[in-house]
């Protein structure tokens, strides 16, 4: 498929083959948007790069998927904006499915902070170097990561606890 | 206008449990515990249109020692239940309790994991609401129903 990138995309993807091009794995078009697929390893440095080098300063969500797939199960999806150039694009990275670890990227921009923490609590990915690793909405003791498909919709009978409706009344 | 202009020069027989009851039944305060789009309903049921001044209920107290009915609005997260439950357990006797909407009720569309399916899990409800949202004149019917409840009730008992 051939590419109609807009002018600054056409850039981040030209200087990323320049720079990392054993890193990047696909770029491709969908609905309009533009993704990014890199290896996972170069994750921080690519962001670095893209945020010192062009200019994307904000990261306006990161997104978690359970591709439900044997091999590099999971992925996680940074939206990225940059307001100079008025261009958004999306950077995916797999994980595997026994392990899933990535770097944090919450030292670049500070909003990963909780972003991170909700892939976390939702399909149990963990982040490297995050200044504030644990669930965010979740209890704390709670056992299961909701949104990977094998979690029952209902949730596991009695993994959160109800409050206790006979309190001792001396 | 008082009860003294209607009564005149005489006198009234009455039994202590059904004078207590129609005072409890019209002065039934709310602890209203909105917890999503059902309170914004729960505000109409307070204010002028429908106003709950009708049935004594238009005190909405935010202090669960100050209140008689607990009107459960909107959908109860398993976090949110023990701050409820705890709410409950400081309103002093006696209490009643509304669960309105279809999700304080059963859930409602909230089928997943994170939501009580239905408040009757934790707290002893006295009356249901169907609807999402329930309209307010639904939620002065289960007024009105907490009101017949009370009536019948034995508020004081010989303890022997
Ligand atoms: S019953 Fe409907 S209106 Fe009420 S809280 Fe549930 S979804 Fe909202």
New interface residues.
């Given amino acids: 498929m051939s590419l109609e990138l807009s002018e600054p995309l056409q850039k981040v993807v030209d200087s990323l083959s320049e720079n990392f091009s054993d890193k990047l794995v696909d770029v491709y078009q969908s609905s309009g948007d533009t993704f990014i697929r890199i290896e996972a390893d170069a994750l921080h440095e690519i962001c670095l790069y893209l945020k010192n080098d062009l200019h994307y300063v904000y990261l306006s969500d990161i997104i978690g998927t359970d591709r439900y797939t044997s091999e590099d199960r999971f992925e996680v999806i940074y939206n990225l904006l940059s307001l100079k150039d008025e261009a958004r694009f999306f950077l995916k990275v797999w994980c595997e499915e026994e392990n899933p670890e990535l770097d944090s990227v919450a030292d670049i921009w500070k909003g990963a902070n909780w972003n991170e923490r909700e892939v976390y609590d939702m399909f149990g990915i963990k982040f490297r170097n995050h200044p504030d690793f644990r669930r965010i909405?979740?209890?704390e003791d709670f056992d299961y990561f909701?949104l990977r498909k094998e979690?029952?919709?209902?949730?596991?009978p009695g993994?959160?606890?109800?409050?206790?409706?006979t309190?001792d009344t001396d | 206008m008082g009860l003294e202009s209607a009564l005149g020069e005489g006198y009234l027989t009455t039994r202590v449990d059904s004078l207590t009851n129609w005072a409890r039944a019209n002065a039934a305060w709310p602890m209203p515990m909105g917890l999503a789009c059902c309170a914004i309903e729960m505000m109409a049921f307070a204010g002028p249109k429908y106003d709950a001044a009708r049935f004594g209920s238009e005190v909405m107290r935010f202090s669960p020692r100050q209140s008689d009915v607990m009107i459960v609005a909107g959908w109860c997260t398993?976090?949110m239940?023990?701050a409820?439950?705890?709410i409950w357990?400081q309103m002093p006797d006696p209490k009643w309790c509304i669960a309105m909407g279809a999700c304080a009720s059963t859930g409602g569309m909230h089928?997943?994991?994170?939501v009580?399916?239905g408040v009757d899990?934790?707290?002893p409800v006295d009356t249901y609401i169907s609807g999402c949202p329930p309209r307010p004149d639904a939620v002065l019917h289960a007024l009105m129903k907490i009101q017949d409840k009370i009536k019948t009730e034995h508020s004081v008992m010989l303890d022997t």
Avoid: A, M, W
């Fill in positions: 909405f979740l209890p909701p979690f029952p919709l209902l949730g596991i993994s959160i606890e109800l409050p206790n409706t309190p | 398993y976090k239940s023990h409820i439950r705890r357990d089928r997943c994991y994170g009580v399916q899990n934790f707290l």
